[in-house]
Nanobody, 123 residues
Framework: QVQLVESGGGLVQAGDSLRLSCAASGRTFSSYAMGWFRQAPGKEREFLAAIIRGGGSTRYADSVKGRFTISRDNTRNMGYLQMNNLKQEDTAVYYC????????????????WGQGTQVTVSS
């Protein structure tokens, strides 16, 4: 299976932007669908975005549609989440995940998870 490591989180102000990265190793990253999720304290893990293995088709949660953009570079074994116009309610630990099934990623049931990166948005 594939191993994933997130990076790029930090402390920002409302309205700022961040780009999260997901470095993949192990099996060929290009054979896996990839997604981004987040979990805030006291809340359930939430699906944010997913992208197919080829990178040509994406899906977003309504809460981030128009603000977040998922992408990938299979030649570099990297996935990304560009986050614009961040809000206080975006504060959470962000995770990337991968599965050979795009559907499994969308329903929060992927086979591989990273350890997460903290994003904190202040007012």
């Amino acid at each position: 299976q594939v191993q994933l490591v997130e990076s790029g989180g930090g402390l920002v102000q409302a309205g700022d932007s961040l780009r999260l990265s997901c470095a993949a190793s192990g099996r060929t990253f290009s054979s896996y669908a990839m997604g981004w999720f987040r979990q805030a304290p006291g809340k359930e893990r939430e699906f944010l975005a997913a992208i197919i293995r080829g990178g040509g088709s994406t899906r977003y949660a309504d809460s981030v549609k128009g603000r977040f953009t998922i992408s990938r570079d299979n030649t570099r074994n990297m996935g990304y989440l560009q986050m614009n116009n961040l809000k206080q309610e975006d504060t959470a630990v962000y995770y990337c995940a991968a599965d050979q099934s795009f559907q499994n990623v969308v329903v929060i049931y992927p086979g591989s998870w990273g350890q997460g990166t903290q994003v904190t948005v202040s007012s």
